[in-house]
T-cell receptor
Framework: KAGVTQTPRYLIKTRGQQVTLSCSPI?????VSWYQQTPGQGLQFLFEYFSETQRNKGNFPGRFSGRQFSNSRSEMNVSTLELGDSALYLC???????????????FGPGTRLTVL | GQNIDQPTEMTATEGAIVQINCTYQ??????LFWYQQHAGEAPTFLSY????GLEEKGRFSSFLSRSKGYSYLLLKELQMKDSASYLC?????????????FGKGTKLSVKP
């Protein structure tokens, strides 16, 4: 079974530009979550999607947005890029909401975004 | 707050045992996870605790005390390949575990 894939793997942008990152979950997984990882702040939750609906959103400005398609693939968009947006953006997929059971998330390799 | 605290760095010797501690905010608790992340790679799931006690999985064990907001990851018979960052995370709010709140990670260095 193929793992979580993310494209592109590396990206260089300049301040003010926008960027779209893509995530394809493991086949059969309906939940996709996005995280930002930086050396200073560690892994921080961005959004969670399940069946095309945003279930939860982290404490990030409105420049960060996302969506999920009917095939569970997800994209996140960052507009008006700032230097501080340079980070590793990780996508994780899981089966979805299973009350009472742990819901293991499988992480993709990430997209390394550098903002100049 | 949602603080999760764990030591920044630890060093241990090959073959030894190491315990990585984690404390977390107890309100709205929804499970405690441990992930391993090698440099330049994605995090991989190690363990999950939702009830008090010890969960053992081979060389790795994880312990939880919900009343104390405390967990630890125990690594036995350390190997060089165990050098990695270990991330403590609690399940988020709203009953979902898809919005994990992570600590900043403990970088473990295993020396020969």
């Amino acid at each position: 079974k193929a793992g979580v894939t993310q494209t592109p793997r590396y990206l260089i942008k300049t301040r003010g530009q926008q960027v779209t990152l893509s995530c394809s979950p493991i086949s059969g997984h309906r939940s996709v979550s996005w995280y930002q990882q930086t050396p200073g702040q560690g892994l921080q939750f961005l959004f969670e999607y399940f069946s095309e609906t945003q279930r939860n959103k982290g404490n990030f400005p409105g420049r960060f947005s996302g969506r999920q398609f009917s095939n569970s693939r997800s994209e996140m968009n960052v507009s008006t890029l700032e230097l501080g947006d340079s980070a590793l953006y990780l996508c994780a997929s899981s089966l979805g909401f299973i009350t009472g059971f742990y819901n293991e998330q499988f992480f993709g390799p990430g997209t390394r975004l550098t903002v100049l | 707050g949602q603080n999760i605290d764990q030591p920044t760095e630890m060093t241990a010797t090959e073959g030894a045992i190491v315990q990585i501690n984690c404390t977390y905010q107890t309100s709205g608790f929804n499970g405690l996870f441990w992930y391993q992340q090698h440099a330049g790679e994605a995090p991989t799931f190690l363990s999950y605790n939702v009830l008090d006690g010890l969960e053992e999985k081979g060389r790795f064990s994880s312990f939880l005390s919900r009343s104390k907001g405390y967990s630890y990851l125990l690594l036995k018979e350390l190997q060089m390949k165990d050098s990695a960052s270990y991330l403590c995370a609690r399940g988020g709010y709203g009953g979902s575990q898809g919005n994990l709140i992570f600590g900043k990670g403990t970088k473990l260095s295993v020396k020969p």
